[in-house]
């Protein structure tokens, strides 16, 4: 379905105030989640210059950025471009990282079995 529904990036807030360092998206039931996120980082100059009415006003650059969903690139992409991939993002390879994955499930495993 296509229209005009924008993602909202969210934080979840805990009952002490604190809040998640891993946002989320609340997609409606009628969406999909977007394959590309664009998002702008805005950042001060520490600069001013002069508002409409005199007074300073910070400057700020904005640079666009781009976030893709890693699974849609692991699907579509040969293993060694999506591993080139992962480490242009400064990821291990994906061998590495399930065999990683994999010695921590066994460990958490025995300590359960404990």
């Known amino acids: 379905m296509t229209t005009k529904w924008i993602p ?3 934080y979840e807030e805990t ?3 604190s809040t998640s ?4 998206i609340m997609v409606p039931e009628d969406e999909t989640m977007p394959n590309l996120l664009y998002m702008f ?14 007074s300073p006003v910070p400057i ?3 640079d666009l950025h781009q976030y893709a969903d890693m699974a849609i690139l692991k699907e579509n992409l040969t293993t060694s ?3 080139e ?6 990821l291990e390879s994906m061998s590495a990282a399930v065999e990683k994955g994999k010695k921590i499930s066994d ?6 079995e404990k």
């Open 107 to 112: 460990k958490i495993r025995g300590n359960v």
């Open 8 to 10: 909202e990036i969210m």
């Open 21 to 24: 360092s891993i946002p989320f």
């Open 85 to 90: 991939v992962r480490k242009a993002l400064g």
């Open 15 to 17: 009952d002490e105030g």
């Open 81 to 83: 471009i999506y591993d």
């Open 60 to 62: 700020v650059e904005w």
């Open 41 to 54: 980082e805005s950042r001060a100059t520490g600069r001013d210059e002069p508002g409409l009415d005199g």
